[in-house]
């Protein structure tokens, strides 16, 4: 099923309604939209609802051993974020294998698996405390990344924008309601490229807690509902090509799989 035609017609309301950026409001209230662009969201498990997605946040580097793989030293850096596009989701329905298009421009494309938690409430300078209280849903997904062009801007102290916020970069299961689930602050997560393990960690490895994750970005945005942040991906990130298969694990929840194609 194409994400685009699946999304279509449904959570209209929700993208003008959520954000309080008034962007047709700009030009009166009777103001038409001159063409329709697809709304994005993620559906629910166990439900007809669509969960709409406001804008995707990723931390970066939020687990130790990760860190050190990528050249940083984890005890000095505070938390950093980067967002990908709204409409770089690519839904996973779970039980299947979604073709994932191996991107333009990059000769070493990278798995990063993540736990997602996905917002219901935000707000600004959000306590830590009370933050997990913003969580609607979890979910996993994959943090697709084009890590040769990620590193070569580095390098040139230059955003990462096109190596990380790109078309299908961010492949992801159905959203679980977080009253089904309960919070996510430990268990297994891994991942296996053609059934051989490749990560394997535990979700109470991250040097940043979901609700510090919350708190944290809440000081940079106001978050909204909508909103879901990619928190992190454990050690032992690595190449896939075409024809090879990720299946992705977070206890607690369904595996999620993709081909690359
Ligand atoms: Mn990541």
Redesign the pocket.
């Known amino acids: 099923m194409d994400r685009r035609n699946f999304f279509q017609g449904t959570a209209a309301a929700a993208a003008t309604g959520l954000t309080g950026c008034a962007a047709m409001g700009a030009a009166g209230s009777n103001a038409r939209a001159a063409f329709a662009i697809p709304d994005v969201g993620i559906p629910v498990v166990g439900s007809a609802e669509v969960f709409p997605v406001r804008r995707i946040y990723?931390i970066?580097r939020n687990y130790a051993a990760h860190s050190r793989e990528m050249g940083s030293d984890p005890t000095r850096e505070p938390p950093f974020f980067f967002q990908k596009p709204t409409d770089a989701i690519q839904y996973v329905p779970t039980g299947s294998v979604a073709d994932h298009p191996y991107p333009s421009l990059t000769k070493n494309y990278h798995y990063?698996a993540?736990l997602v938690a996905c917002l219901g409430s935000g707000g600004r300078n959000i306590p830590v405390a009370s933050a997990l209280q913003h969580v609607w849903g979890y979910t996993l997904g994959l943090?697709m990344?084009r890590r040769d062009l990620q590193r070569a801007m580095g390098d040139e102290k230059k955003p990462w924008e096109i190596g990380k916020s790109f078309d299908h970069s961010a492949p992801i299961g159905p959203v679980h309601r977080v009253a089904q689930t309960g919070h996510f602050t430990q268990g297994a997560i891994w991942l296996k490229v053609n059934g051989q393990t490749r990560q394997s960690a535990n979700l109470n490895q991250m040097i940043w807690s979901v609700a510090e994750q919350i708190a944290k970005l809440s000081e940079a945005n106001e978050l909204f509902p909508g909103d879901i942040i990619?928190s992190?991906?454990p050690e032992n990130v690595g190449p896939v090509v075409k024809g090879d298969v990720i299946e992705m694990h977070i206890d607690g929840l369904p595996n999620l799989s993709v081909r690359i194609v």
Do not use: L, Q, R
Request: proline share 0%.
């Open positions: 990723c970066g990063e993540e943090d990344t990619y992190g991906t």
